[in-house]
């Protein structure tokens, strides 16, 4: 009885102090459900719940208020993040708050076959904080460009014949070409997106191990695949200089 | 299970918004805004079913019973329903009224079954910007005709105020930030759950209150279920021909079932002029096959066109639902035959229970502590409002368009405000549809 009491006990104190010894940690999710920034944010927090975080979910939904709340906090803190929105929200990469380079994929510029023989006056789909004078520069100066919401709105559109192209992310592009309605190639000379994982209030090299291992695991690779994203892996100050020289691209 | 659970939370919600006077589909929604913000897009769409469909009949309970319309579209309900009262039939016209609901919820489902591959087919219809302007013009008029006795002074005034409010913050078009008066947190735009409560429930519930005064009694014999049977087989006629024209009416953004509702009953009263019952049995069986019609159009394509509609859309967006399903019509009619219409059933037989044998208890329980309700109500929407601004991060400015939107709100009680609420919400996408209109 004696022994059984000692041994209750002393799994209980080993409980406790390992309790104790739990890292804290906010994760911010700054995307609506059915997005790929919430997508990555819920796989980020069960990853790190089973790596032995606590973590405290902010649910915020909207990129700019996640970033303000961000930006003050003093707690430890982590968000996803891509490139194409540093501009916009004034918050750059950099070695404070940099952990890593996620996958990167290039924008797309489809076209359908009705228009393929239209040489002036092509209407062009593009997001609303897309560079105009860029796909200008890009695309030509005789081109009609129509703004959308979103990504999933200007499929939308060049489905229903509002225009002849569209520059879009990749998983649209891929989902339009399954249409067999058009066509789209991937745009060198249009910006880069990268999306990333950045922190604060956070010792970064440390959380970079963590998250890298969270990545590795099944439900990332899935996700990856399934999109077919390329995920440039690399040393942390690799992915730190490329991701700085590519988010210059997205200055209006 | 969580279907199921869905299904019951609507039904109970359907239940008491149908009783309470004044109080619709859109307050409900408010009101469960908390809970279904947890819900997924099966469960979300069940619960708005379920509640949608017993709305419409239990709302002819108190419009029999008392004479006061529990929805907006309980008019016909309330004339002809006081004619049976007066002579202690109110059993009667109840027991009928839901009979001839769950018959044109059924027909409803029939005609969609029908129309199902021709809508299918010409889906591509849907896609474009041109459908959703001509459609957005069609609702825009609607709002400045119908509604408000169709005073367009008064309904242009609600239309402009709503986009107004709609402005600052991020336009669908631009990533610029507009209008916000130096104000930071108006970069997120004017928040929604302030404008539903001041302009639409602090009204309702000024509304409610002051009908207390007024609900002193109800009156009724008990009916056999085989009297109403025979009763509702001489209406048969009627209520297929209510049937049929609901669902037409179903189809028309912003009027559905207000418009199914008295177009069944002005072509009955034509057709029938001295028969209150066929009247009232047309009219009621318009209000569920409209109300089935008026899903079809967000349940297939994702274009909302009711008030009530546009908060579950803004829900389903949430819940990861795709803003536009037109890649995604056949998917989506697969899922309302597989997941909607068995439960739809289940609503309706549920409905019938509650709105006829159970009426007279359902409504004296009601009735006893309505005090206890206006109270509760007015007191949880405060504290709904002040949790979504915690959550928001917007606390201040939450209760600040409350306490506005709710002054204002009183002052205006005497107007509907959906044409107001219906551009606060679809004015950035009307915006956009129309700006792209011009450049396409």
């Given at each position: 009885?004696?022994?059984?009491?000692?041994?209750?006990?002393?799994?209980?104190l080993?409980?406790?102090?390992?309790?104790?010894?739990?890292?804290?940690?906010?994760?911010?999710?700054?995307?609506?459900?059915?997005?790929?920034?919430?997508a990555?944010?819920?796989?980020?927090?069960?990853?790190?719940?089973?790596?032995g975080?606590?973590?405290?979910?902010?649910?915020?939904?909207?990129?700019?208020?996640?970033v303000?709340?961000?930006?003050?906090?003093?707690?430890?803190?982590?968000?996803?993040?891509?490139?194409?929105?540093?501009?916009?929200?004034d918050?750059?990469?950099?070695a404070?708050?940099?952990?890593?380079?996620?996958?990167?994929?290039?924008?797309?510029?489809?076209?359908?076959?009705?228009?393929?023989?239209?040489?002036?006056?092509?209407?062009?789909?593009?997001g609303?904080?897309?560079?105009?004078?860029?796909?200008?520069?890009?695309?030509?100066?005789?081109?009609?460009?129509?703004?959308y919401?979103?990504?999933?709105?200007?499929?939308?559109?060049?489905?229903?014949?509002?225009?002849?192209?569209?520059?879009?992310?990749?998983?649209?592009?891929?989902?339009?070409?399954?249409?067999?309605?058009?066509?789209?190639?991937?745009?060198?000379?249009?910006?880069?997106?990268?999306?990333?994982?950045?922190?604060?209030?956070?010792?970064?090299?440390?959380?970079?191990?963590?998250?890298?291992?969270?990545?590795?695991?099944?439900?990332?690779?899935?996700?990856?695949?399934?999109?077919?994203?390329?995920?440039?892996?690399?040393?942390?100050?690799?992915?730190?200089?490329?991701?700085?020289?590519?988010?210059k691209?997205?200055?209006? | 299970?969580?279907?199921?659970?869905?299904?019951?939370?609507?039904l109970?919600?359907?239940?008491?918004?149908?009783?309470?006077?004044g109080?619709?589909?859109?307050?409900?929604?408010?009101?469960?805004?908390?809970?279904?913000?947890?819900?997924?897009?099966?469960?979300?769409?069940?619960?708005?079913?379920?509640?949608a469909?017993?709305?419409?009949?239990?709302?002819?309970?108190?419009?029999?019973?008392l004479?006061?319309?529990?929805?907006?579209?309980?008019?016909p309900?309330?004339?002809?329903?006081?004619?049976?009262?007066?002579?202690?039939?109110?059993?009667?016209?109840?027991?009928?009224?839901?009979v001839?609901?769950?018959?044109?919820?059924?027909?409803?489902?029939?005609?969609?079954?029908?129309?199902?591959?021709?809508?299918?087919?010409?889906?591509?219809?849907?896609?474009?910007?041109?459908?959703?302007?001509?459609?957005?013009?069609f609702?825009?008029?609607?709002?400045?005709?119908?509604?408000n006795?169709?005073?367009?002074?008064?309904?242009?005034?609600?239309?402009?105020?709503?986009?107004?409010?709609?402005?600052?913050?991020?336009?669908?078009?631009?990533?610029?930030?507009?209008?916000?008066?130096?104000?930071?947190?108006?970069?997120f735009?004017?928040?929604?759950?302030?404008?539903?409560?001041g302009?639409?429930?602090?009204?309702?519930?000024?509304?409610?209150?002051?009908?207390?005064?007024?609900?002193?009694?109800?009156?009724?014999?008990?009916?056999?279920?085989?009297?109403?049977?025979?009763?509702?087989?001489?209406?048969?006629?009627?209520?297929?021909?209510?049937?049929?024209?609901?669902?037409?009416?179903?189809?028309?953004?912003?009027?559905?079932?207000?418009?199914?509702?008295?177009?069944?009953?002005s072509?009955?009263?034509?057709?029938n002029?001295?028969?209150?019952?066929?009247?009232?049995?047309?009219?009621?069986?318009?209000?569920?096959?409209?109300?089935?019609?008026?899903?079809?159009?967000?349940?297939?394509?994702?274009?909302?066109?009711?008030?009530?509609?546009?908060?579950?859309?803004?829900?389903?967006?949430?819940?990861?639902?795709?803003?536009?399903?037109?890649?995604?019509?056949?998917?989506?009619?697969?899922?309302?035959?597989?997941?909607?219409?068995?439960?739809?059933?289940?609503?309706?037989?549920?409905?019938?229970l509650?709105a006829?044998?159970f009426?007279?208890?359902?409504?004296?329980?009601?009735?006893?502590?309505?005090?206890?309700?206006?109270?509760s109500?007015?007191?949880?929407?405060?504290?709904?409002?002040?949790?979504?601004?915690?959550q928001?991060?917007?606390?201040?400015?939450?209760?600040?368009?409350l306490?506005?939107?709710g002054?204002?709100?009183?002052l205006?009680?005497?107007?509907?405000?959906?044409?107001?609420?219906?551009?606060?919400?679809?004015?950035?996408?009307?915006?956009?549809?129309?700006?792209?209109?011009?450049?396409?």
């Amino acid at each position: 009885m004696k022994k059984t009491i000692i041994m209750l006990l002393s799994v209980l104190l080993v409980s406790i102090a390992k309790a104790e010894t739990k890292q804290q940690i906010t994760i911010i999710n700054n995307g609506k459900a059915g997005g790929s920034y919430h997508a990555r944010t819920q796989m980020y927090r069960d990853g790190l719940v089973a790596a032995g975080y606590e973590v405290d979910y902010e649910d915020v939904g909207k990129i700019s208020q996640a970033v303000k709340i961000f930006k003050e906090t003093d707690k430890p803190t982590i968000m996803v993040y891509s490139n194409n929105q540093v501009y916009k929200q004034d918050l750059f990469h950099t070695a404070e708050n940099f952990i890593m380079l996620e996958y990167q994929q290039p924008l797309y510029v489809c076209q359908t076959n009705e228009s393929k023989s239209k040489t002036s006056g092509l209407t062009v789909a593009h997001g609303k904080g897309y560079d105009t004078k860029l796909l200008n520069k890009v695309l030509g100066d005789d081109i009609i460009l129509v703004p959308y919401k979103n990504s999933s709105a200007m499929l939308k559109g060049i489905l229903g014949g509002d225009v002849d192209m569209m520059v879009n992310n990749q998983g649209m592009s891929l989902k339009y070409m399954e249409s067999e309605l058009g066509t789209c190639e991937p745009s060198n000379l249009l910006p880069t997106m990268q999306a990333t994982v950045i922190g604060t209030n956070i010792d970064i090299k440390q959380m970079r191990e963590v998250i890298f291992e969270i990545t590795m695991d099944i439900p990332f690779l899935e996700y990856h695949n399934s999109r077919q994203l390329n995920r440039p892996s690399n040393t942390w100050e690799n992915e730190l200089t490329t991701v700085k020289n590519y988010e210059k691209q997205w200055q209006n | 299970m969580e279907e199921l659970i869905a299904v019951s939370l609507g039904l109970f919600a359907g239940t008491v918004t149908g009783i309470v006077p004044g109080a619709g589909v859109t307050v409900a929604m408010v009101i469960a805004t908390p809970m279904l913000m947890g819900f997924d897009v099966t469960q979300l769409l069940l619960f708005y079913m379920a509640l949608a469909s017993m709305v419409q009949f239990t709302g002819t309970i108190p419009a029999v019973f008392l004479g006061v319309p529990g929805e907006t579209n309980s008019l016909p309900a309330v004339i002809e329903g006081t004619k049976f009262n007066r002579r202690m039939m109110s059993q009667l016209a109840v027991g009928v009224s839901a009979v001839g609901s769950v018959l044109g919820s059924v027909i409803a489902v029939a005609l969609t079954f029908l129309l199902l591959s021709f809508l299918i087919g010409h889906v591509s219809v849907f896609f474009s910007n041109n459908t959703k302007f001509y459609l957005y013009i069609f609702v825009i008029v609607f709002c400045v005709l119908v509604y408000n006795r169709g005073n367009v002074l008064i309904n242009i005034t609600l239309c402009l105020t709503g986009y107004a409010l709609s402005l600052p913050g991020e336009s669908d078009i631009s990533s610029n930030i507009r209008y916000t008066l130096n104000i930071d947190d108006l970069e997120f735009g004017v928040p929604l759950m302030p404008v539903l409560i001041g302009f639409l429930i602090v009204p309702t519930l000024y509304k409610i209150y002051n009908d207390h005064q007024r609900v002193k009694q109800f009156k009724g014999n008990d009916v056999a279920f085989k009297k109403v049977l025979v009763y509702f087989m001489r209406c048969l006629p009627s209520s297929i021909r209510g049937s049929v024209i609901g669902y037409l009416c179903g189809f028309m953004p912003g009027v559905n079932t207000i418009l199914a509702t008295n177009t069944s009953y002005s072509v009955e009263k034509r057709l029938n002029r001295n028969s209150p019952g066929r009247q009232l049995v047309a009219s009621e069986t318009a209000n569920n096959s409209g109300q089935f019609a008026s899903m079809l159009p967000l349940l297939l394509i994702g274009i909302p066109i009711t008030g009530s509609e546009v908060i579950l859309y803004s829900l389903l967006v949430d819940a990861g639902w795709s803003p536009f399903q037109f890649d995604n019509v056949a998917n989506n009619a697969d899922m309302i035959f597989r997941e909607i219409v068995p439960w739809f059933v289940l609503a309706n037989l549920v409905g019938l229970l509650v709105a006829w044998p159970f009426a007279k208890q359902i409504l004296r329980m009601f009735t006893a502590s309505k005090k206890y309700v206006i109270i509760s109500l007015a007191i949880f929407m405060i504290v709904l409002n002040t949790y979504l601004g915690i959550q928001d991060y917007r606390t201040v400015l939450y209760t600040i368009c409350l306490i506005v939107f709710g002054c204002v709100g009183l002052l205006i009680r005497k107007h509907e405000p959906v044409p107001l609420i219906f551009m606060f919400i679809l004015g950035n996408d009307i915006e956009a549809v129309f700006l792209r209109q011009m450049l396409i």
